[in-house]
């Protein structure tokens, strides 16, 4: 079964970095670029970066620069998110999705990750 | 960057045709065709109705369709069905490796 599989839901405080993994599983995971995407609690989406999963290039939103870090673990076919010095503005969930061109990422998400809730409260 | 232009809300009765437009500047929407269309039912991921503009994938209605015009993208829905009442999404290339979404429309059939 072709799917993104995410990690289970976080607590953390503020000052706190938090790392967010997603395991593919049913497609070659060299294949296609995976991207991270966050939706605070009645909010729109915000992409937050791409990764290529075979060869670990990352490109991150000029917004979490710094403070976010993007990598892979192709022996698990496994992206990881962590973002750093979070605050309760860091509050949201957050997907993975599946870039659906290889090898020039075509910026369009046809498979997506069931969400993790990250919250950050003191 | 900032977020594309997208409508609160919009509204429409079963059957009828409803256009959600998305507005950007032309360093993104008037620049790329790389400008998809995401739906999403509470509680769920966004699922992917409209890509590269104007595409379908396999599986969604015609009753989507997507266009352009300068710096500004559309999304139609006709013969509106209760199960078209989401939150819908455009988003956009912008250069250098980045997307950009748009700040989203609910969309409630009456």
């Known amino acids: 079964q072709v799917q993104l599989v995410q990690s289970g839901p976080e607590v953390k405080k503020p000052g706190a970095s938090v790392k967010v993994s997603c395991k593919a599983s049913?497609?070659?995971?060299?294949?296609?670029?995976l991207h991270w995407v966050r939706q605070a609690p009645g909010q729109g989406l915000e992409w937050m970066g791409i990764?290529?999963?075979?060869?670990?290039?990352?490109t991150h939103a000029e917004k979490f620069q710094g403070r976010v870090t993007m990598t892979s673990d192709t022996s698990t076919s496994t992206v990881y998110m962590e973002l750093g010095s979070l605050s309760s503005a860091d509050t949201a969930v957050y997907y993975c999705?599946?870039?659906?061109?290889?090898?020039?990422?075509?910026?369009?998400?046809?498979?997506w990750g069931q969400g993790t809730l990250v919250t950050v409260s003191s | 960057q900032s977020a594309l232009t997208q409508p609160p809300s919009a509204s429409g009765s079963p059957g009828q045709s409803v256009t959600i437009s998305c507005t950007g500047t032309?360093?993104?929407?008037?620049?790329?065709?790389?400008v998809s269309w995401y739906q999403q039912h509470p509680g769920n991921a966004p699922k992917i109705i409209i890509y590269?503009?104007?595409k379908r994938p396999s599986g969604v209605p015609d009753r989507f369709s997507g266009s352009k015009s300068g710096n500004t993208a559309s999304l139609t829905v006709s013969g509106l069905q209760a199960e078209d009442e989401a939150d819908y999404y455009c988003?956009?290339?912008?250069?250098?490796?980045?997307?950009?979404f748009g700040g989203g429309t609910k969309l409630t059939v009456l």
């Open positions: 999705a599946r870039d659906w061109s290889f090898p020039i990422p075509d910026y369009y998400f046809d498979l």
């Open positions: 590269e503009v104007i």
């Open positions: 049913g497609y070659n995971f060299n294949f296609h670029f």
């Open positions: 032309s360093s993104d929407v008037g620049r790329y065709n790389y």
């Open positions: 990764i290529n999963p075979s060869r670990g290039g990352t």
């Open positions: 988003s956009s290339y912008v250069g250098s490796n980045n997307l950009i």
